[in-house]
């Protein structure tokens, strides 16, 4: 296949753009002739701009116009940043009377079990904005009708609101959608233009909180993104680019109209990204059982992969709400290179979750900031030089005033305050590891750390040494790895519905289940795709399921027996004999992205490392040895580093300390590891290097 071909219909020869947008940069990606070309700017506050900047940059180290660029793939935070930071539209919402605040009471979940006065995010739509309407639906069928002036009355209520964004959420709605989408039909004859999101469209399955909370967060979001991505089409048609595909949380793209139409399954869209850019980059090297470990500015990203697929999840918290739509298995935490270090009332050293951000940024950007942070800490130990991706030129002197006042105040010289501030991260993010590893059962000896973003590198060797990781992989474009993701990411759409059945349900039962979701599926899938399918189950008496996978040719004994195997992993026991309920049926359909073809590296690989097939993604084509020394600290006292540019490498295994540096990241090799490329330009660190 030639580069830039895709399954998703770019032309013969087109070069394929992917643009990620970060906390602290915009990176960017491009796929031309054979050649894989990168750009990292800062990200602006108009998100549109730096999207265009990048995308301009990196076309222009290729020397092509909008016009040679056949597919374009896009993950944004725009949603996500105006959940946590409050700036949705004006959202009113219409429940069954007598559950008008179920989005204020919610669950009697404590996220801290002993904190006797805990506080709850706010709901995203006020008490004053939530309307009731006078009509029931249960289980069993319509209980209470819903009258013409009744429906005429909770229109007019809503015109009076004068909202942005609708969400309409009335009780078994999954089941028996009608009542909804006769209020929108109302609503919408008074308020032309209105977005007005339905659960039963949003999520059509129960549990009504988490279902209202899908709903609102969707109808909170959407008239802010659909302003965001009509604003970048517009800009990418006027730089004669094709209109973007977008990054879902699930880890594929849709088109930019579609996107602008839904925003809740956007949220955790850059992060999905890097999940498939790793498990790309580990399949080229011969990797199936990663663990992908994303260090960006504001955060860390951390996800299990097996068998060369990354873990599902059916739902997630953002911000303190439920997120209930299938996204990629994605833990976060607010520890990364912009984490603020501050000193709380106990006298203790912390890093984050407050980040610098990209503007003002850490201290030695030189930008204003005056506050440390862990970048500042890394610099101030020698493991960065001066210079990072986006042209941005370090300033040590900066890095070292934010870090004094700290110093002074724990009674520490400035490299053991540096050190500290790096091991208080690195505390943050191996607890992230330990969940998604050692506590759902998992031994984290028998995977790869596959360690990206910016930052991820410099922090690698300490946290496998933890785990008892013996290798860490470090893709080519590791600090830009999420905006290759996107170029490689499959198109996808994913169904749900609610089918409950007790434990007595058969083959028949789940074929009509999976046949009517296919019928609604019929006009979203994207053209050839495949379907996958899944089924939510649980042993009668329990309040949460397990989702496993179901072949096309199945029986109920096969899928049980999935079922009992999931629930004796995560749980340690399987209750044989016990009846199991199924709950939700679910399905994909997804189209591949054919890999884009692109020019082996000139390097033989050293004799231990396997020749690949498809060698991928540029590598350097010869040794040239360190281009240079510095002092870092490692274990508690200076050492003389070697430094090497990783397009230099070579066949070369340098042993640590040595520091490994490339236009987007540096990577740190502490004593005792060891680091070699392998065929396809990825960057192997080992331990037990002499």
């Not at 995308?55 to 092509?64: D, M």
């Not at 607010?334 to 984050?352: E, Q, V, Y």
């Not at 199945?554 to 340690?572: I, L, M, P, W």
């Amino acid at each position: 296949m030639s580069a830039g071909q895709t399954s998703s219909g770019s032309s013969p020869g087109g070069a394929l753009l992917g643009v990620d947008v970060g906390g602290t940069f915009t990176d960017a990606v491009l796929v031309a002739g054979g050649s894989l070309f990168r750009a990292k700017v800062p990200t602006t506050r108009d998100h549109a701009e730096g999207v265009l900047a990048a995308a301009g940059k990196v076309l222009g180290l290729a020397g092509i116009d909008g016009g040679g660029v056949a597919y374009f793939a896009h993950g944004m935070t725009t949603a996500t940043n105006a959940l946590l930071e409050r700036k949705g539209a004006r959202t009113a919402s219409v429940t069954t009377e007598g559950f008008r605040d179920i989005l204020e009471i919610g669950r009697q979940n404590r996220p801290r079990l002993y904190d006797l006065c805990p506080r709850r995010p706010e709901p995203l739509v006020p008490a004053g904005m939530r309307l009731t309407a006078a009509e029931r639906v249960s289980a069993a069928g319509e209980v209470k009708p819903l009258p013409a002036d009744e429906v005429e009355r909770v229109a007019g209520e809503v015109a009076k609101l004068q909202p942005e964004a609708v969400a309409l959420c009335l009780l078994f709605s999954f089941l028996d959608p009608a009542h909804e989408r006769r209020l929108k039909e109302a609503i919408l004859a008074r308020l032309p233009g209105m977005h007005v999101s339905l659960s039963s469209e949003v999520l059509p399955q129960f549990r009504e909180y988490e279902r209202f909370s899908t709903t609102a967060i969707d109808a909170y979001l959407t008239p802010v993104v659909a302003r965001y991505l009509q604003g970048l089409g517009e800009r990418a048609a006027a730089a004669a680019l094709p209109q973007p595909h977008i990054m879902q949380s699930s880890g594929g793209v849709i088109p930019l109209q579609e996107a602008a139409g839904s925003a809740a399954p956007l949220l955790l869209s850059g992060p999905a990204a890097g999940v498939v850019g790793a498990v790309f980059s580990g399949k080229l090297s011969g990797a199936a059982d990663l663990i992908a470990f994303d260090m960006g500015g504001p955060s860390t990203d951390v996800t299990l992969v097996r068998d060369g697929a990354a873990g599902t999840a059916t739902g997630t918290e953002v911000g303190g709400l439920p997120l209930a739509l299938p996204m990629v298995d994605i833990h976060t935490i607010g520890a990364g290179g912009g984490s603020i270090a501050w000193i709380d009332d106990g006298g203790a050293l912390r890093a984050g979750p407050e980040s610098a951000g990209a503007e003002p940024g850490p201290a030695c950007y030189g930008r204003g900031g005056k506050k440390a942070t862990v970048t500042d800490a890394n610099l101030c130990l020698g493991y960065l030089g001066g210079n990072l991706g986006g042209g941005i030129k370090l300033d040590r002197d900066g890095a070292a005033g934010a870090l004094g006042g700290l110093s002074q105040r724990l009674g520490l010289s400035l490299e053991e305050t540096a050190l500290g501030v790096r091991r208080v991260a690195n505390a943050e993010m191996m607890k992230a590891l330990r969940l998604i590893s050692i506590e759902r059962g998992h031994d984290p000896r028998e995977f790869v750390l596959v360690a990206f973003g910016g930052a991820g590198p410099m922090h690698a060797a300490d946290l496998a040494s933890e785990l008892g990781i013996a290798r860490v992989l470090i893709p080519d474009s590791c600090g830009i790895l999420s905006a290759l993701g996107m170029v490689v990411g499959d198109r996808r759409r994913d169904w749900v519905q609610t089918v409950y059945r007790p434990g007595t349900w058969d083959e028949k039962d789940l074929k009509a289940a999976f046949l009517g979701l296919e019928e609604r599926a019929a006009a979203g899938a994207p053209a050839g795709a495949r379907m996958s399918r899944r089924a939510d189950l649980r042993y009668r008496g329990q309040s949460h399921e397990l989702t496993v996978d179901v072949a096309a040719d199945f029986s109920r004994e096969q899928v049980v027996e999935a079922f009992e195997s999931e629930h004796e992993r995560a749980y340690g026991y399987r209750a044989a004999g016990e009846p199991v309920e199924l709950v939700n049926v679910r399905l994909t359909a997804a189209v591949a992205q054919e890999p884009p073809s692109i020019e082996p590296p000139v390097l033989e690989p050293p004799p231990d490392v396997p020749p690949l097939e498809q060698p991928s993604l540029k590598s350097p084509h010869r040794q040239a040895g360190p281009q240079a020394s510095r002092r870092a600290y490692f274990e508690g006292k200076w050492l003389e580093a070697d430094v090497w540019r990783r397009e230099a490498l070579g066949t070369a295994r340098p042993t640590g300390p040595a520091i490994i540096e490339e236009n987007e990241a540096t990577t740190v090799v502490p004593p005792g590891w060891g680091a070699y490329l392998d065929g396809a330009g990825n960057l192997w660190l080992k331990a037990g290097a002499q």
